[in-house]
């Protein structure tokens, strides 16, 4: 049996930030030509020991070995000399230049800059690891998925020889990401090493060698794919066995709550986010919204929650008794004291939703401070709301007194959703509701939607991972450049279905 040759060692590296270990005493060995999968809880410490390879954190104890031989990596210039390329999920380009210029921005290169011999040589790349890009586009002309190939070729123009892709598919298309794959897979046999960041389960089993499990910022272990399951993984994950079943019950007697026809809406700029959309949100049933990341989402349920303004249309309420009112026109908060209740998780959770210098408590109380009697405010109330978010979501938390800016990114989540859910709506819109979270926490509050749902609450659920959006929700409406491209049963499609209609503007079976 041929054995095996690391490209990179870490021995007991550890990394601190005052008082709390990111990482600590870490060892790993990542060999040639193999995919290896990074998997653990948010805030297992993956992306922190990324970072110390990449050179953009430098370890307080510890030793890295490339190739055999001890390495300082101070900065990321260390990490390419050594061959070692990261490709981060929020993408380093300059919009107005070509792919070209990008990739050779920056590089060092003998005599003067030859554009036409630089694209020569990507063009090279990309047959050689089945890559589609065109050289001479401007990066704002592109997709998404085009911006990452740009980022990929990148380091490999400067002689990558370890990839780093921190959640690589997380805006891609079915289809995309297995274009991606075969790129992978194509890299690995050339002898290129991978290391892979990601929480979907079902792709590391599909792309990966070997997978290696962090949690609290310590290695635990690491495990050939071929000899593991989801389950398995989870359970490492976490520490303890943890169910990875979604309930979806069946809708009873479901309703019309949100009738929504011909809506169109354009930015301040004059660009059209959503044209002549129509759909219906029902009692008792999970609707999902899908496409590739903004095209039109959030523009959609801040229309329906009185936040966006409408070029035209009509988007009504219909009471238990069938009773219609027309939304458009409406304040956010008229809205709400129907029933309306927007639970949306944006990239900036303190921006919109929560306040960072006030505590739980307080931030519980944003709600209900209207529903105290004259000029007092009911601060029990909130008060028990935050310790039953903060138990029932296991929120990591001094107490309910601590200012919601000292909590990390997914304990601000789990204390958003938990208010908005708590809030106890007729209608619940909720955008990347599990966005950052871990998997242990992303199904207690799957499990919280369902409760919704069965309570007769008629749910909105705008997420990114297709494989929950299938088991999930009962209907799924797909949004293309701002159209509807199908709204399809749940039940009854696939993850091939839905990629097709995130990339086509109409057509599409509808489940209506």
């Known amino acids: 049996m041929e054995k095996k ?6 021995k007991h590296v550890t990394k601190r930030f005052g008082e709390v270990a990111a990482n600590e005493d870490i060892s790993l060995d990542v060999y040639k030509g193999e995919i290896l999968a990074l998997l653990g809880e948010n805030g297992s410490g993956k992306t922190t020991l990324m970072n110390l390879i990449s050179g953009i954190y430098f370890p307080d104890e510890g030793e890295i070995y490339a190739n055999g031989k001890q390495v300082v990596i101070a900065s990321p210039r260390d990490a390419f000399s050594l061959d070692i390329g990261m490709i981060h999920q929020h993408f380093k380009l300059v919009d107005v230049l070509t792919a070209t210029e990008n990739i050779v921005l920056g590089l060092e290169e003998e005599g003067k800059l030859d554009l036409k011999k630089s694209a020569a040589r990507i063009e090279e790349i990309c047959e050689k690891y089945g890559f589609s890009m065109d050289p001479s586009k401007k990066i704002y002309d592109m997709s998404v998925s085009e911006k990452q190939t740009v980022e990929i070729v990148k380091v ?25 794959f075969g790129v992978l897979r194509n890299m690995k046999q050339d002898g290129k090493s991978v290391i892979i960041i990601t929480h979907k389960l079902a792709e590391v089993l ?45 809708p009873k007697k479901p309703r019309d709550r949100i009738v929504v026809e011909g809506l169109t809406v354009k930015s301040e700029d004059g660009v059209v986010k959503l044209q002549n959309v129509g759909f219906h949100a029902r009692s008792g049933e999970i609707l999902g919204i899908a496409g590739v990341a903004g095209n039109g989402q959030k523009e959609l349920l801040e229309a329906i929650a009185g936040l966006q303004p409408i070029e035209s249309g009509s988007i009504r309420y219909l009471d238990e008794d069938g009773k219609e009112e027309e939304l458009v026109g409406k304040d956010p908060q008229a809205i709400m004291e129907l029933g309306v209740s927007l639970a949306f998780v944006p990239e900036d959770r303190l921006g919109m939703g929560l306040v960072g210098n006030m505590d739980l408590a307080d931030n519980m109380m944003l709600r209900s401070f209207r529903n105290g009697k004259g000029i007092f405010t009911d601060r029990k109330a909130p008060r028990e709301l935050a310790e039953q978010v903060v138990e029932k979501l296991e929120v990591n938390t001094p107490g309910i007194a601590t200012m919601v800016r000292k909590l990390s990114g997914g304990n601000v989540q789990k204390v958003l959703v938990g208010r908005e859910i708590a809030n106890a709506p007729t209608v619940l819109l909720t955008a990347y509701a599990v966005r950052g979270l871990d998997i242990h926490s992303s199904y207690t509050i799957y499990d919280l939607i369902n409760q919704q749902k069965k309570s007769g609450v008629a749910v909105v659920y705008v997420g990114e991972d297709l494989d929950v959006l299938l088991e999930l929700c009962d209907r799924i409406l797909v949004l293309c450049d701002g159209q509807v491209s199908g709204i399809v049963d749940a039940r009854k499609t696939d993850k091939q279905e839905i990629g097709f209609l995130m990339t086509s503007v109409g057509g599409g079976t509808d489940a209506q």
């Open 5 to 10: 040759e690391p490209v990179l060692q870490l």
């Open 156 to 180: 490999l123009y400067r002689g990558a020889s370890l990839l780093i892709l921190d959640e690589p598919t997380a805006v891609l298309t079915p289809q995309e990401t297995q274009t991606l």
């Open 206 to 250: 599909e792309i990966s060698d070997r997978v290696a499990i962090l949690r609290h910022g310590r290695y635990i272990t690491s495990m050939d794919t071929d000899k593991v399951n989801a389950q398995e993984l989870t359970d490492a994950m976490v520490g303890h066995a943890v169910s990875l079943n979604i309930e979806r019950p069946i």
